[in-house]
């Protein structure tokens, strides 16, 4: 029995001896790949928990350099769990970072078959998105002046509101009361990779007016500028309408915009500084009437010049007319058509205009298919939403206020002249429809004769546009008539126009007359 025993206990003892051997063998094994790896192995191109912008992943290359050159040969590459190819080279390898989405990502290096899969990886984050910003419409300003911003700030690391950084709650929502702030205050989303949501939200709204037009021609004209000159002084109006550029493309005073003296725009007209000075003495203010897209002068030499693109056009190619005669209407997609109206229109504000009212700020009227606009994508819609965005910047740069002249359809029918009446409001101070009687047909907004009903069809169609633009920070102020067509229009008339806006929540107007004359007793 002593002899079986000893025996046996030699056996297990060779059975553990073998087995423990086998274990030193796998652990040395286990040892040896991650003495190739890690953490001897080194990893160059990105760290640990890495932020990336989308557009540094185009030449990112991450490189892998195990201890054992030979090891090159069988290492594999993978990112997010997915195979990838890789350059090998003198005991590195490595693989060029591409196409990944937003968010977390891992880069991996492995030599497979080896127990466990010995292996080192990075974690790091794609960012390719910028803030999402949405700011509330602002609180109207209390007895001291203070106005209340209130919104929402997605994915953001850092906001600032008129220069002075928000402290974020998790869900991203703010608010923040500014003491007198500017009339237009800068909101500013930044997250960790650095990217940037800016919006400018106008906090003051505009005081309103009781305005009427004049030319550039009846500004010199004492006949016509004094009796308006008048009104000021009797308190009638307190503000005047005066033409920066108008429908002829004619700029009324000696502009120094390069491109309006190149093409011959400028032909006399008033001193603009002192225009400015006289009202602002009287204590008015001043609107400056830039017509936009309808310009024939700029259209005729850009036609000359062989930039037919800079017109809108007929489907054969010629210069689109439509009954304004040829070479009326300029191209709105076109960005030296664009850049022509807006260097008038920063230039004015910066004279001291206070505000800048956009007219024919449109495509033509007409079947649209009959146009072409050369350069649009898509309908011309867009485009004059976003030229009125684009001019807003730099008017308000220029600390001016900017509103636009619109077709008094274009509340219920915007598509008949490209006007987006809510997408433009949200860069305007005012909207300005030109609700005129006598411009309307028989039965619009259930009024059975519009014209010899000035009160309801002014007061239904202004209801409209308040109704179309609630919520949003643009005041409503009309276009109203001092002018006959096929009825006679006397005081009476003119102050049912005044007195259906009133009522319909507008207590602000401007005056057309093309004349320049106006009756005095319509205007209280």
Same mark, same amino acid.
């Given at each position: 029995?002593?002899?079986?025993?000893?025996?046996?206990?030699?056996?297990?003892?060779?059975?553990?001896?073998?087995?423990?051997? !086998?274990?030193?063998?796998?652990? $040395?094994?286990?040892?040896?790949?991650?003495?190739?790896?890690?953490?001897?192995?080194?990893?160059?191109?990105?760290?640990?928990? &890495?932020?990336?912008?989308?557009?540094?992943?185009?030449?990112? @290359?991450?490189?892998?350099?195990?201890?054992?050159?030979?090891?090159?040969?069988?290492?594999?590459?993978? @990112?997010?769990?997915?195979?990838?190819?890789?350059?090998?080279?003198?005991?590195?390898?490595?693989?060029?970072?591409?196409?990944?989405?937003?968010? %977390?990502?891992?880069?991996?290096?492995?030599?497979?078959?080896?127990?466990?899969?010995?292996?080192?990886?990075?974690?790091?984050?794609?960012? %390719?998105?910028?803030? !999402?910003?949405?700011?509330?419409?602002?609180?109207?300003?209390?007895?001291?002046?203070?106005?209340?911003?209130?919104?929402?700030?997605?994915?953001?690391?850092?906001?600032? !509101? +008129?220069?002075?950084?928000?402290?974020?709650?998790?869900?991203?929502?703010?608010?923040?009361?500014?003491?007198?702030?500017?009339?237009?205050?800068?909101?500013?989303?930044?997250?960790?990779?650095?990217?940037?949501?800016?919006?400018?939200?106008?906090?003051?709204?505009?005081?309103?007016?009781?305005?009427? +037009?004049?030319?550039?021609?009846?500004?010199?004209?004492?006949?016509?500028?004094?009796?308006?000159?008048?009104?000021?002084?009797?308190?009638?109006?307190?503000?005047?309408?005066?033409?920066?550029?108008?429908?002829?493309?004619? !700029?009324?005073?000696?502009?120094?915009?390069?491109?309006?003296?190149?093409?011959?725009?400028?032909?006399?007209?008033?001193?603009?500084?002192?225009?400015?000075?006289?009202?602002?003495?009287?204590?008015?203010?001043?609107?400056?009437?830039?017509?936009?897209?309808?310009?024939?002068?700029?259209?005729?030499?850009? =036609?000359? /010049?062989?930039?037919?693109?800079?017109?809108?056009?007929?489907?054969?190619?010629?210069?689109?007319?439509?009954?304004?005669?040829?070479?009326?209407?300029?191209?709105?997609?076109?960005? %030296?058509?664009?850049?022509?109206?807006?260097?008038?229109?920063?230039?004015?504000?910066?004279?001291?205009?206070?505000?800048?009212?956009?007219?024919?700020?449109?495509?033509?009227?007409?079947?649209?298919?009959?146009?072409?606009?050369?350069?649009?994508?898509?309908?011309?819609?867009?485009?004059?939403?976003?030229?009125?965005?684009? $001019?807003?910047?730099?008017?308000?740069?220029?600390?001016?206020?900017?509103?636009?002249?619109?077709?008094?359809?274009?509340?219920?029918?915007?598509?008949?002249?490209?006007?987006?009446?809510? /997408?433009?409001?949200?860069?305007?101070?005012?909207?300005?429809?030109?609700?005129?009687?006598?411009? =309307?047909?028989?039965?619009?907004?259930?009024?059975?004769?519009? &014209?010899? %009903?000035?009160?309801?069809?002014?007061?239904?169609?202004?209801?409209?546009?308040?109704?179309?633009?609630?919520?949003?920070?643009?005041?409503?102020?009309?276009?109203?008539?001092?002018?006959?067509?096929?009825?006679?229009?006397?005081?009476?008339?003119?102050?049912?126009?005044?007195?259906?806006?009133?009522?319909?929540?507008?207590?602000?107007?401007?005056?057309?007359?093309?004349?320049?004359?106006?009756?005095?007793?319509?205007?209280?």
């Amino acid at each position: 029995m002593a002899v079986r025993y000893e025996r046996d206990r030699h056996h297990w003892g060779l059975l553990a001896a073998l087995a423990l051997g !086998v274990v030193l063998a796998v652990l $040395a094994m286990v040892v040896g790949a991650f003495g190739v790896l890690h953490p001897v192995a080194t990893v160059d191109g990105v760290a640990e928990g &890495e932020l990336l912008r989308g557009g540094e992943l185009h030449d990112r @290359v991450v490189t892998f350099t195990p201890r054992n050159p030979s090891a090159v040969r069988e290492m594999e590459v993978l @990112v997010d769990g997915q195979p990838v190819s890789a350059r090998r080279g003198e005991g590195t390898v490595s693989v060029l970072l591409r196409g990944l989405s937003h968010g %977390e990502h891992e880069v991996t290096a492995r030599l497979p078959g080896l127990l466990f899969g010995a292996s080192v990886a990075r974690k790091f984050t794609v960012d %390719e998105r910028a803030p !999402v910003l949405a700011v509330d419409r602002p609180s109207r300003p209390d007895e001291h002046g203070r106005v209340t911003l209130r919104g929402t700030a997605r994915e953001a690391d850092q906001l600032l !509101v +008129h220069g002075a950084r928000v402290a974020l709650p998790a869900d991203g929502s703010f608010s923040v009361t500014l003491d007198r702030p500017p009339g237009t205050v800068e909101v500013t989303a930044v997250d960790q990779a650095g990217h940037v949501t800016v919006e400018r939200v106008r906090t003051a709204t505009h005081p309103g007016m009781r305005a009427v +037009h004049l030319t550039a021609h009846a500004w010199t004209a004492p006949g016509l500028r004094e009796p308006v000159l008048d009104l000021l002084r009797a308190k009638r109006i307190d503000t005047v309408q005066l033409d920066i550029k108008d429908e002829s493309g004619l !700029v009324g005073y000696a502009t120094e915009v390069a491109t309006a003296k190149r093409i011959g725009a400028v032909r006399g007209g008033y001193d603009a500084r002192a225009a400015l000075r006289q009202l602002h003495e009287l204590g008015a203010r001043v609107v400056g009437r830039l017509v936009a897209f309808r310009d024939p002068i700029l259209g005729a030499a850009a =036609w000359r /010049a062989g930039h037919h693109e800079q017109l809108v056009q007929r489907a054969d190619g010629g210069p689109w007319t439509g009954g304004y005669g040829p070479y009326a209407f300029t191209n709105p997609a076109h960005p %030296e058509v664009r850049r022509y109206n807006i260097e008038l229109a920063a230039e004015a504000a910066g004279l001291g205009f206070d505000d800048i009212l956009f007219d024919y700020v449109r495509r033509p009227d007409g079947p649209l298919k009959g146009m072409r606009f050369p350069g649009a994508t898509g309908d011309p819609t867009g485009h004059v939403t976003s030229f009125v965005a684009e $001019a807003a910047g730099a008017i308000r740069a220029k600390g001016g206020a900017i509103g636009v002249s619109v077709f008094g359809i274009a509340a219920r029918h915007p598509e008949q002249v490209a006007q987006d009446i809510p /997408a433009m409001a949200k860069h305007v101070d005012y909207v300005a429809p030109m609700v005129y009687p006598s411009h =309307w047909g028989r039965g619009e907004y259930g009024v059975g004769h519009p &014209e010899a %009903e000035p009160y309801e069809i002014v007061k239904r169609s202004v209801a409209d546009f308040r109704s179309v633009l609630e919520g949003s920070a643009a005041s409503v102020i009309p276009w109203l008539q001092d002018f006959s067509l096929k009825v006679k229009y006397g005081p009476g008339e003119v102050r049912a126009q005044i007195s259906g806006a009133k009522d319909a929540g507008a207590g602000s107007f401007l005056l057309w007359n093309a004349g320049c004359r106006y009756q005095a007793e319509g205007l209280g």
